[in-house]
Every structure is written in structure tokens, then in C-alpha cells.
């Protein structure tokens, strides 16, 4: 692709940042950002927000319980530092989105 080959043994994670990549996390926590951004802007009697408040009644399982997605949203929106009230303006909320997750680190190619 960027002539590197299996042989070379270069990481993946020197590859992303060569050809200015995005890892797979940060693909799809942009994603369940965008997707929080709109639910969070539907209105209170929409089905999607009466889904998410929804609490599901019965035992549970034995074991640590998993994560819930609100769970997992808000260790996103504490780590990017972003404030769950931004997504109520749209335009705030895109111009938070499409800030990088993660600086790309500056590739240095020895010539």
C-alpha cells in the first residue's frame, strides 16, 4: 500500500500515522459520539430516548455486569474533555466532532 511489505515488521500504529489514519477506536467512538449528538437533540417522546431510559427489569447475570452504551458515551465525553450539554447546539457539536481524537503525531522519514 505504501510500499511496506509483512517483511519490513513495521506496526500498524506507524503505518496509521504514516499515511494519516485514524485507528479503528477512535473511527468508531467518533461514531457513537455522532450518534449521542442526535439522540440527545431528539425529543423526550421520541422512541430512541424512550429506548435509552428504558430500565430492563429481572436478575442478572452472574459476573461483573457489562458496560451500558451511556456508560461507555460518558468515559468518551470525560476523556476528549467535551460537555454532554454541547450536543443540544448541532453546529457545536459537528465543529467538536471533527477536531481529531487524537493529535496524529508528526511522521519523521529518514532520507
Known amino acids: 500500500m505504501c510500499n511496506a511489505?509483512?517483511?519490513d515488521r513495521?506496526?500498524?500504529q506507524?503505518?496509521?500515522e504514516r499515511l494519516g489514519l485514524n485507528s479503528i477506536r477512535n473511527c468508531i467512538r467518533k461514531g457513537r459520539l455522532r450518534w449521542f449528538g442526535r439522540v440527545q437533540r431528539c425529543s423526550d417522546d421520541s422512541l430512541v430516548k424512550k429506548c435509552r431510559d428504558t430500565v430492563v427489569e429481572g436478575q442478572q447475570t452472574k459476573g461483573r455486569p457489562q458496560k451500558m452504551w451511556y456508560q461507555v458515551v460518558d468515559s468518551d465525553l470525560r476523556s476528549l474533555k467535551i460537555d454532554r450539554d454541547?450536543?443540544?447546539n448541532?453546529?457545536?457539536?459537528?465543529?467538536?466532532?471533527?477536531k481529531p481524537i487524537y493529535p496524529m503525531?508528526?511522521?519523521?522519514?529518514?532520507v
Open 5 to 7: 511489505t509483512l517483511k
Open 10 to 12: 513495521k506496526h500498524s
Open 14 to 16: 506507524e503505518q496509521r
Open 86 to 88: 454541547l450536543a443540544q
Open 90 to 98: 448541532q453546529t457545536e457539536w459537528k465543529m467538536a466532532m471533527k
Open 105 to 110: 503525531q508528526a511522521w519523521k522519514i529518514d
